[in-house]
């Protein structure tokens, strides 16, 4: 079946630390969107992706950056990581062509900046 | 931007009761409104949606109301059971050029006590 995924599922880092999370779709969407998790605060954008050559800032993405290697992948960093980036962050894409429609979900990554 | 405030954060239930959780959202011009469920350790799934041309919609023991005046939509679940606890998540969708894009509410905690 046509997926998400995303990698790594868990990491644990050290404040001040670079980190790329990665994300993965077979589903031949254009678009592609990555969200943090936190308990009470729901699900926040941090950046979208409407095509390979779109890229989007969503409501909190101070201290993050994206890039779009190609339609299928698009991957989050963390320049410098610091705790309070501790979240379970999500990639989700959706096909669009005439208005807004469902996200699909990848499993997550749950990050731990220590 | 966009607000979505989703009520109440926790919501507690007997089996086979009916279970209510409301949205609104502040961007006038939003046309698309999804209910998403979450399961402990899962990723977020579409459970149903309607469109502002559509005042309800129904899925078995699952319905969707909107009213567009007020700026306000909510989830009903009828004959709850114990599978239905979870994180549910309301949305509503991004007018102009960022259309598509999707603002979550905070989410609400659903447990069904058998």
């Known amino acids: 079946d046509a997926d998400v995924t995303q990698t790594p599922r868990n990491r644990i880092t050290k404040t001040g630390k670079r980190i790329m999370l990665e994300c993965s779709q077979t589903k031949g969407h254009d678009r592609m969107y990555w969200y943090r998790q936190d308990p009470g605060l729901g699900l926040r954008l941090i950046y979208y992706?409407?095509?390979?050559?779109?890229?989007n800032k969503g409501e909190i993405s101070d201290g993050y950056s994206v890039s779009r290697q190609a339609q299928a992948k698009f991957s989050l960093s963390l320049e410098s990581a610091i705790p309070n980036q501790t979240a379970l962050y999500f990639c989700a894409t959706s096909d669009l062509p005439l208005g807004a429609g469902e996200q699909f979900f990848g499993p997550g990554t749950r990050l731990t900046v220590l | 931007g966009e607000n979505v405030e989703q009520h109440p954060s926790t919501l507690s239930v007997q089996e086979r009761d009916s279970a209510v959780i409301k949205c609104t959202y502040s961007?006038?011009?939003?046309?698309?409104f999804p209910w998403y469920k979450q399961e402990l350790g899962k990723r977020p799934q579409l459970i149903i949606d309607i469109r502002s041309n559509v005042g309800e919609k129904k899925d078995q023991r699952i319905a969707v109301t909107l009213n567009k005046t007020a700026k306000h939509f909510s989830l009903h679940i009828t004959e709850t059971q114990p599978e239905d606890s979870a994180v549910y998540f309301c949305?509503?969708?991004?007018?102009?050029?960022?259309?598509?894009?999707?603002?979550f509410g905070q989410g609400t905690i659903l447990t069904v006590h058998p």
């Open positions: 949305a509503s969708n991004a007018g102009g050029t960022s259309y598509g894009k999707l603002t």
């Open positions: 961007d006038s011009a939003s046309n698309y």
């Open positions: 992706s409407f095509d390979v050559k779109d890229i």
